[in-house]
């Protein structure tokens, strides 16, 4: 009887031992099987147990301390040194780069008590490089996504202010345009009433009013014909022209308007333009230049001064600027930001018209007008066009 009751036990025993084998083998199955570091370290710091994933990434660890194994000789890690201090140290994460390396690890360490009752620590470490470096670029690339919608935004507001400011330029365009077209026909009937009174009229004294009549509807016809101009800007019509040729035949012109009136000692310093020949719109440039030559005139309001022309030829750029400076009065930096401005003028004859219709016909040539001055100290004024090589020049 008790032999038999023997025999049960050694044969449950048996089947316990190789159930618990069983467990065994399949924990070390699995503890070899999964990707993550898995180790175990005892109280003093040495490596008790390290899986195959461990082994793999730091090498074989026989005997060693965790932080000389894992942290290459760069000290305990915090846990440690918590845990070796403290009472009832709880599980702690943290990320880890090794020295001499570009790897990064998450490491969790977990405490853990032994069936002795001695605290060890279970380590679980994860390689997270990749995934770091993928959640820096998605930083970066999130950042950069930012940047060029804040600075499309900025550029949608600025088209947007361009198009409000040209929309209310343009109201004001039709409006100036409908006004000259309308004002055109009765200065045309009052030039010929007054040009019937002259020619019936005997008397002296009535003679200098109806001069002074015709010289202001004259005055009134030319802000008419600039207010219609700027109104009717059309594309450049292309052409072969002769820059010097042009600018003397500007100057030429401008030294009839205001002789008598305003005495200005001009030197044109444009011969490095002889023989250039540019594809502009030849009645859109000499406009452009009659403008400037005009302002430079108007500015020596002394009636006495210098205009100085200076040409130059830039082949690296393939651009030809001419420079057009006055001794004039010169404009304060407050202005100088407006001169551009439609309606912008200091002058009571002025529309304000002028520079902006250069920059626009400019500007249509794909070249630029940039304006240089100092209040008391004169102006020069660039005009600078593009040209092609061989075709043009
Ligand atoms: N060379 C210059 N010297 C000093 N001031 C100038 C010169 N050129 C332009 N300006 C200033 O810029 C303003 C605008 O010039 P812009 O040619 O556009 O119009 P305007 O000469 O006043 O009128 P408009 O040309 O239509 O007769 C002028 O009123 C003047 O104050
Ligand atoms: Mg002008």
């Known amino acids: 009887m008790e032999n038999q009751l023997d025999g049960m036990d050694i044969t449950n025993l048996r089947k316990t031992a190789d159930a618990l084998e ?3 083998n399949n924990l070390r199955r699995i503890l070899e099987a999964i990707p993550e570091g898995v180790c175990i370290i005892d109280a003093n710091g040495r490596i008790e147990y390290a899986n195959p994933a461990i082994q793999n990434e730091f090498g074989p660890y026989d005997g060693r301390k965790c932080y000389d194994y894992l942290r290459r000789k760069c000290g305990s ?3 440690c040194q918590t845990a070796d201090t403290q009472e009832g140290v709880k599980m702690m994460r943290t990320e880890f780069t090794p020295p001499d390396t570009e790897k990064t690890y998450d490491i969790i360490d977990i405490p853990f008590q032994k ?9 679980l ?4 490089t990749e995934q770091i470096k993928a959640h ?3 930083k970066k690339d999130k950042e950069a996504v930012e940047q060029l919608a804040r600075e499309k935004t ?19 365009g039709t409006l100036a345009a409908t006004v000259s077209h309308e004002l055109r026909n009765p200065l ?31 005055e009134s016809e030319q802000i008419i014909n600039n207010l219609l101009f700027y109104t009717r800007i059309k594309k450049p019509n292309f052409e072969k022209i002769n820059l010097f040729d042009l600018l003397e035949e500007c100057f030429d012109s401008a030294k009839k308007r205001f002789s008598g009136k305003i005495e200005a000692d001009v030197s044109l310093n444009i011969h490095s333009l002889h023989d250039f020949i540019l594809s502009a719109d030849p009645f859109q440039l000499r406009e452009v230049f009659n403008n400037i030559i005009n302002n430079a005139f108007q500015s020596l309001e002394t009636g006495r001064g210098r205009i100085d022309a200076f040409g130059e030829v830039d082949s690296e750029t393939n651009m030809v600027r001419v420079h057009i400076s006055d001794s004039g009065v010169g404009i304060g930096p407050e202005d100088l930001k407006k001169v551009f401005d439609p309606f912008f003028t200091n002058k009571s004859k002025g529309t304000g018209l002028g520079l902006t219709i250069c920059r626009d016909l400019i500007g249509m040539h794909n070249g630029s007008v940039e304006i240089k001055s100092a209040k008391g100290q004169g102006t020069t004024v660039s005009v600078i066009l593009p040209y092609e090589k061989n075709t043009d020049h």
Do not use: H
């Not at 470490?125 to 997270?128: C, Q």
């Not at 088209?159 to 004001?172: F, G, H, N, Q, Y």
């Open 22 to 24: 069983r467990e065994k």
């Open 136 to 138: 820096d670029i998605l």
């Open 125 to 128: 470490i994860r390689d997270v």
């Open 77 to 79: 890690c915090a846990w």
């Open 188 to 218: 045309g009937v009052i030039r010929a009433a007054v040009y019937n009174i002259n020619r019936k009229n005997t008397n002296p004294a009535l003679e200098k009013n109806l001069f002074n009549i015709e010289k202001k509807i004259q």
């Open 154 to 172: 900025e550029e949608l507001s600025q088209v947007k202010s361009a198009l409000d400011e040209a929309k209310r330029l343009s109201d004001i």
């Open 115 to 123: 069936d002795d009752g001695s605290m060890s620590k279970l380590k």
